[in-house]
């Protein structure tokens, strides 16, 4: 009986060619038409594979054409020497070379109407940069001047090699609050050394292609991040507007802190930092004010004539109000150095100053690789080792933060990830080269720069310059801004980082997202930032490889055209090792019960591995022994050789309806001898 | 421009209603039909979703219903309560009953033949049983007893739980090397404990459900470490068959070793252990002769009538070559025996023996949960730190040698882990009540017990009762059986555990495979056994990952039947965070250089979550920017609604040919205005 049946087993081998010359040799002269538009020689480069289909139909059939798959062994040998020349020579083209010094790209074609955007956008850019730095030395928890030497360098750096006009490089909330985890209070060197550390790490990562890593990080868990760092840095700056001392390192001992101390409040530090903020969200609302009638937009092409439209006194004063919204920060500085110096000259301020800050630029000279203090001396190991994975953990966070900058205004085009980091590595080796602490492009530094036009990255170079100007002169003024001012700074920045908006898009998208965003939030504020970031980004691939584990199978009793009764099931993913063993007890229990020839339509397989492998030649086995028909309908080819690695037995392949149909009709004139009750 | 567009943009919600009519409501009567005689009842405990579908045609639109996907929030919460009852009405329900305690399914069914057969069995097993055991504690580096003591009463507690008829619950290679690895020679209390303890974890797994996590460990790692320990086992057996020192923990640190003292080597233990494995191995080929004509299995309906039949004595004489073989470990036990004695008497033997071993029975007491070992008492806490992971390795490995023999002899039967947790975990907690350490079921005894034609879970009663009075009446006499002896037994068993033999059909299949396969191999050998499976799995997830994030998409250029060329891009898989970026950057670049209406066929997209939300929405943005038509062609609803739920705008879904054909069509009319160039 069993012998009967073999004159029914398909061959998979004809049938695979049969496959290749109809499904994907494509469709006749239309096909050959459209593979000869499609020559663009760009293509060879991405992991696609391209195929001509001249009629729409053929594409249901095998989408997928994993080429590499069929090849013998002696082919992917022999081929080995071609790729690394294909690939060495592609490392080397001039359009690799533009690819990777990007300057080279734009500067020449740098018009005049460029170098105005720059420049107006470049020295707004400084006036927010001077006193963000200034105050994020602190969260950073290092001197003052620290903010301002990791300004400067790494935007001029940044304009070589960057790829995305709107990033200035400098010190970011993010990046000062890792910095101050991962030095711990253990000095400037340690910033210094992480600085050039977590430079070096980006850049290798950059050269080794592994910008993807990123890709690992959702939505979800980049929010809760984000979001948490902001409460952090909230809470760390808490301190200075109350002016009280603040102990403990994480967040809730930071607050309970707080509460315990919040009798030696001063009323004047607190009065004028919640002034601060006051004011600062007040101008930020002022900087988007628009009076008169709305501005066309450029791209509309065909304005309604009866609109009225700007004149030019609305125009200069919507500018106006932009400008003095935009530099609230410089603003709020200068006038709050004024009040600290008008009290300091008649005698002792009521509040806090920031103090003396060193004039003039730092002393170039290469990071620090071993520090002595007094008597005891910590070698570059013993430095390491004290930083441990905060070097990791800066550079991937920096990567993360900078490639959301490049996306958010990237416009349709595609971010190089690669690019971005070797720029943000070399600009924080340079920085650590002027005593500058790890930094990366700031989202609203970004947004600043975009609203005021900027055109190249050359805006950073008026930055940079901005910033040198503020070093060389305006030192011994910055004595006199209240440290009060700088906290209301910080936090009026960072409060809008909370990413409270993003919950009901959430919500309404994909449920359970929520639960890495907010378990992410959770561990990011309890436990150390990289643990918290650890186990949100955990807790996502847990939820990817449940995907993987468990496909969903529809099944269906379907009655083929000839009338025989069978059973349809249709797994949803690949069969891999977590799945296999799902979709073989599922497959088996189900055709026991129905008692029909089984028909596994597997189109939406697109990879197996070994384990699969002997799952389905156990159930093809165990179906032979029940004398139960198993069909795989349409089976890709490339999987279907993996299955076929194994010779299962009875092992029936088959491409169409019609071919079902005949095999169905065929098998069903024997009945089964015995089907297994549960 | 924009605002006409707006007119073909298709409404998804009444497509949506469109489609709930005509691809899921049913095709007409015979759906109906097909429905009804698909009220199955047992069908409701899978997650499958079943749907009455008459037509083949049918099946190709959405075969996948996730109905509690588009249920609101409301319904969700009220639908809690009646969820929590059916859940605990399952709980306890006949059947659950009968699945939790199988002993009550086959025990009224029970009949004189199964007796016959499992007596049979029972006492074969017994036979192998009780040699391994002796081997088998000096692999865990215990007194020989304690190998005896656990192999009795689990075996009674599997009879009343256990749902594989073939499992005989005792040591086994691989939970000794386990246990030495845990114990690490802090004397029988521990392993003893490790017992309990392991086994109460596999009992709590069990009732939580967790025996999907085995689903993770691939066929390959699985491979890569039994071989690993097999060759660490012999590694700590030439030891005993040289008769020499040897130090180290490590398989290499041991092999140095053994090299280094390879002059102190004993010919006496030497040549008897080699010729015990020769012996063994010969008898193992033996039990596999057959003379005389084969017989006909029994499946087989019509055997030619020209075939000889065996005759009685070719049966007789294939049973006992049968018998003497399988019995070959006894058999050498008692000759050793035999030597050893003889040797004794005449003086100091030649070679090491077991030495005395305590006769009787072990005490039933609970398992000791501190140990004081001369002035210093370890608490509980102290001896759980002290074993640490390895009680979490124990238990999951055994699952994992457990279910693998589950498998092995299911014949297409699905197998409840969840049981066999259960089962292992109460055997364990029994064992450890009489100083047995943690066992499971063994690959070779199952071999044994199903080729002995055991019918039910009772055959292990006879192999417990037969270690019963092996511990009562001959322990006097296995005090003059070689350590060279139980070393060969050992080394003969294991050796076949080192599976050579998958790499050519997982090269045959996926070579890709043979990486993790590889990784586990070494790592287990140069690295605690846990660090070296927890890196294979690790590695072999990752694979998984990079599936996740990196799908293939086919990209054609296509001509609809009103002659609209377009670009169809297909990716292959669902649409989540990892994979959300790479997907837009590819259909980014490639529409824009192929400046043509771009068709995104979700076919093959099953699901999607907040990341990939936000990047269609980005998508959908970008090419309104550019007024190119972005279509998605046959999107799920279910992802739709994930999509939809950022509302964003030019979301244009449509589900056929005629709608995409007419679509591309009223858009055509306008000509793209800017294409960007790259």
Aim: glycine fraction near 8%; hydrophobic fraction near 45%.
């Amino acid at each position: 009986m069993r012998g009967d049946t073999d004159n029914y087993r398909i061959s998979i081998s004809s049938l695979k060619s049969d496959m290749d010359s109809r499904g994907v040799g494509g469709g006749g002269g239309g096909g050959g038409l459209a593979a000869a538009a499609y020559t663009n020689p760009g293509l060879s480069d991405s992991s696609v594979s391209v195929q001509p289909h001249a009629e729409f139909q053929g594409s249901n059939d095998f989408i997928l054409v994993e080429e590499n798959q069929r090849r013998t062994t002696k082919d992917a040998i022999k081929s080995v020497v071609p790729w690394m020349k294909r690939k060495a020579n592609k490392a080397f083209t001039k359009k690799m070379l533009y690819r990777r010094i990007p300057v080279l790209g734009w500067l020449p074609k740098y018009s005049s109407s460029d170098a105005v955007g720059d420049l107006v956008a470049g020295i707004t850019v400084g006036l927010t940069v001077i006193p963000q730095s200034l105050a994020y030395s602190s969260v950073a928890g290092l001197p003052t001047e620290y903010g301002l030497y990791g300004s400067f360098l790494g935007c001029f750096v940044y304009i070589l090699f960057g790829s995305c006009k709107d990033v200035p490089v400098g010190p970011t909330a993010i990046a000062s609050l890792l910095t101050f985890q991962a030095v711990n209070g253990r000095g400037p060197e340690y910033a210094i050394l992480l600085c050039f550390l977590s430079g070096v790490l980006e850049l290798l990562m950059g050269l080794l292609g592994l910008g993807f890593i990123i890709d690992f990080v959702s939505g979800p868990v980049s929010s809760g991040f984000t979001s948490a760092v902001a409460l952090i840095i909230v809470t760390s700056q808490v301190k200075d507007i109350f002016a009280i001392r603040v102990t403990g390192t994480t967040f809730v001992e930071q607050w309970i802190s707080i509460f315990s101390n919040i009798h030696e409040i001063s009323v004047w530090d607190t009065v004028l930092g919640i002034c601060c903020i006051a004011i600062l969200l007040i101008m930020r609302i002022v900087a988007t004010i628009k009076i008169g009638p709305p501005e066309q937009s450029s791209d509309e092409e065909k304005p309604p004539l009866d609109d009225p439209k700007p004149t030019f006194f609305h125009k200069f004063v919507n500018k106006f109000l932009w400008l003095f919204g935009t530099s609230r920060n410089a603003i709020l500085v200068v006038l709050g150095a004024c009040i600290g110096y008008s009290f300091f000259v008649n005698g002792d301020p009521p509040f806090v100053l920031i103090g003396p800050i060193p004039p003039g630029l730092p002393e170039f000279k290469p990071p620090p690789f071993s520090v002595s203090n007094g008597n005891s001396t910590a070698s570059f190991v013993d430095m390491v080792a004290d930083l441990g994975s905060g070097i990791v953990v800066v550079a991937l966070i920096a990567l993360l933060e900078n490639i959301a900058i490049c996306k958010a205004f990237a416009n349709g085009k595609a971010v190089d990830a690669t690019q971005e980091l070797i720029a943000i590595g070399l600009c924080n080796i340079a920085n650590s080269f002027v005593q500058g602490y790890p930094g990366t492009g700031s989202l609203s530094r970004s947004a600043v720069n975009n609203a005021s036009g900027v055109r190249t990255p050359l805006g950073s170079l008026y930055t940079g310059l901005l910033v040198i100007i503020a070093l060389l002169f305006f030192t011994p003024y910055f004595f006199y801004v209240p440290k009060a001012t700088l906290a209301g700074i910080i936090i009026a920045a960072v409060i809008f980082m909370v990413e409270v908006k993003v919950v009901k898009p959430m919500w309404r998208t994909k449920k359970s997202d929520l639960i890495p965003g907010l378990a992410t939030f959770i561990a990011c504020l309890v436990l150390p930032l990289e643990i918290g970031i650890l186990i949100g980004i955990g807790l996502n691939l847990l939820f990817i490889l449940y995907h993987a584990a468990r496909p969903k199978i529809s099944i269906e009793r379907l009655t083929s055209r000839s009338g025989v009764d069978y059973l349809m099931l249709t797994p949803d993913r690949c069969l891999i090792f977590p799945s296999a063993d799902y979709v073989r007890n599922l497959v088996t229990k189900h055709s026991i019960r129905q008692a029909a020839p089984a028909v596994i339509d597997c189109s939406h397989i697109y990879g197996a591995d070994y384990t699969a492998a002997t799952v389905i030649e156990t159930l093809t086995k165990d179906f032979a022994a029940r004398d139960q028909t198993l069909v795989f309908y349409n089976l890709k080819p490339s999987v279907s050789s993996v299955f076929e690695g194994l010779s299962p037995k009875e092992f029936v392949v088959c491409y169409n309806e019609d071919d079902l149909d005949s095999l169905l009709k065929a098998r069903d004139v024997f009945k089964p001898k015995t089907i297994l009750s549960t």
